[in-house]
């Protein structure tokens, strides 16, 4: 991808191609504006390298004071944009100051880089990283070009993974049991489990089983949460009867999840929970929620 970037005009080319470009997964990321675009996809303790290109426009010459290209890991709270919080920076020195008349490539190679964390875009915060390259010209204004990428880290299957059992009772009105087969789930699994109606004196008339994401920012009196529901599964229509069980099985796959995300850098966390919602015939609402674990596992095929 390349940018023509300068103070009032262009001054030169930069482009970031990584070695291993054409061959490596690419995956989607959105950009600011809404648009989104291909990049590639990398996990922690992984090798990034390429090549950086310096281009001078047609018959001028750069002048510069050094280039360097930066590694960055980055948290951005929607509430203090452009402020950025680096919790990963490596920094590689590509070129002492000089004159630059024809296009120069310089690789770079950040060798087995430590990214603890997954690249993540939420309701109110930002996990990205980026090569971020700069041209450095002092009073003629540096010219700066970013490269963004993605990062997934795997997770192999939790050993014990037991399953969730809870009781929902209102008095001498309701009581039902639910089952669900494991609390953790990775992010194409599929929920398996089943309710049983023991006692029924309401009269209700539908039930869903919803997936809800919990994103919470900063911290103290500054937390500030943001709840989505991002699917909603019919599991009832019309009235149970005392002794009736109705099964569950509820593919995760077609869903937008991400791992949980416990404490992030103190920045943030995102939870997941399953909300079981039981409406009478009066609209009245009945909630039982759960937390789950959601985690990312490598894809072998």
């Known amino acids: 991808m390349n ?3 300068g103070a009032f005009k262009p001054a030169c080319i930069v482009s970031i191609t990584f070695s291993d470009g054409k061959s490596r997964k690419q995956v989607p990321l959105k950009k600011d504006n809404g648009q989104t675009i291909m990049v590639p996809l990398f996990q922690s303790q992984e090798t990034i390298a390429g090549k950086i290109s310096v281009e001078p426009i047609a018959g001028k010459k750069v002048e510069h004071n050094g280039i360097k290209v930066e590694l960055l890991g980055q948290i951005e709270m929607y509430f203090d944009r452009g402020n950025f919080y680096d ?3 490596l920094v590689r020195e590509l070129d002492v100051p000089g004159e630059i008349y024809e296009r120069k490539k310089y690789p770079f190679e950040f060798s087995s880089v430590e990214m603890p964390y997954e690249t993540y875009s939420g309701s109110n915060v930002r ?3 980026i090569l971020k390259v700069t041209v450095s010209r002092g009073y003629a204004g540096s010219i700066v070009e970013y490269q ?4 997934w880290n795997y997770t192999p299957p939790p050993p014990i993974n037991n399953s969730i059992k809870m009781e929902v009772g209102i008095e001498d009105c309701l009581h039902i049991e639910f089952e669900y087969n494991k609390g953790k789930y990775h ?3 599929v929920i398996v489990g089943k309710i049983y109606f023991l006692l029924v004196r309401i009269k209700l008339k539908n039930m869903d089983l919803e997936i809800r994401r919990r994103e919470s920012t900063g911290s103290g009196a500054n937390t500030h949460i943001e709840t989505e529901t991002l699917a909603k599964f019919e599991l009832m229509d019309g009235a149970p009867v005392r002794g009736e069980s109705i099964p569950i099985r509820l593919f995760l796959s077609p869903y937008e999840l991400t791992p949980t995300h416990r404490n992030i850098n103190n920045k943030f ?3 997941y929970y399953l909300n079981l919602v039981l409406v009478d015939e009066e609209d009245r609402r009945y909630f039982k929620q759960q937390e789950i674990t959601m ?3 490598q894809d072998t095929s």
Request: glycine share 0%; no cysteine; proline share 0%.
């Open 295 to 297: 985690y990312r596992l």
């Open 269 to 271: 966390s995102v939870k």
């Open 187 to 189: 992010l194409k699994d």
């Open 148 to 151: 963004d990428f993605v990062v």
């Open 3 to 5: 940018f023509i970037i």
């Open 127 to 129: 996990l990205r990283y």
């Open 87 to 89: 919790f990963t920076s």
